[in-house]
């Protein structure tokens, strides 16, 4: 089985401050693991992903995330927050070893970025 | 626009109706996807398509929802005899296979079970 916690609902930042929206997974074997943003009344977009390689992986818009195989974390950061961002978050995960291919999303984090 | 597009974005219909949504994936992707969101909660998965073959079916996906993929290109999601639980938003997503993949989504569509 294969699950994602996010353990805050939400995350409040000033515009301008580094910003961290956590994750940590599980899963019996290797991880894929992704992040999207859903706006309201929309639908998800997709952020960034890790497959293999560089632990830290930058995405778009500014967004990076570091895979953390002995925390089992994979933390959304940007270095710099823009009340723009304000969204909810997902984090996602697969795992590649059980020949399914469907993602496990967690509950989100909802980010609120004060001017 | 080549992205996923979803019709209708919004439904509302009275319980015990039957209701059907349509999804129409990237042009070029091979895999569709149905998640079902409620307030507060991630995606979570219902089903999915490589190509017209139906390949994963989750528990949630009871005998009351069936979803097809005709010719492999645009899907639709049907519930019969709807109640008021199904109130959610629908959301399809498409793909390339692949190990990792990217799976990209829909606006959704939201319905309401009066």
């Known amino acids: 089985a294969q699950s994602v916690a996010q353990p805050e609902d939400q995350v409040n930042v000033a515009e301008g401050n580094p910003l961290t929206v956590k994750c940590t997974y599980s899963?019996?074997?290797?991880?894929?693991l992704f992040w999207y943003v859903q706006y309201p009344n929309r639908g998800l977009q997709f952020l960034l992903k890790?497959?293999?390689?560089?632990?830290l992986v930058k995405g778009s818009y500014g967004f990076e995330a570091e895979f953390n195989k002995s925390q089992t974390s994979f933390h959304l950061k940007k270095p710099s927050a823009l009340v723009s961002d304000s969204a909810l978050y997902f984090c996602?995960?697969?795992?590649?070893?059980?020949?399914?291919?469907?993602?496990?999303f967690g509950k989100g984090t909802m980010l609120l970025v004060s001017p | 626009d080549t992205g996923v597009s979803q019709d209708p974005r919004h439904k509302i219909t009275k319980r015990g109706q039957n209701v059907t949504f349509r999804c129409d994936p990237i042009?070029?992707?091979?895999?569709l996807y149905w998640y079902r969101q409620t307030l507060g909660q991630g995606p979570e998965f219902l089903t999915y398509f490589q190509n017209e073959a139906q390949l994963e079916k989750s528990r949630l996906l009871s005998d009351r929802f069936s979803a097809e993929r005709p010719k492999g290109s645009f899907s639709t999601l049907e519930i019969q005899r709807t109640e008021q639980g199904d109130s959610a938003m629908y959301l399809c997503a498409s793909s390339i296979s692949g190990g990792g993949e990217t799976q990209y989504f829909g606006p959704g569509t939201r319905l309401l079970v009066l």
């Open positions: 890790y497959i293999t390689g560089d632990n």
């Open positions: 899963v019996s074997g290797n991880p894929y």
């Open positions: 996602a995960v697969r795992d590649w070893n059980s020949g399914y291919s469907t993602l496990t």
């Open positions: 042009s070029e992707h091979n895999r």
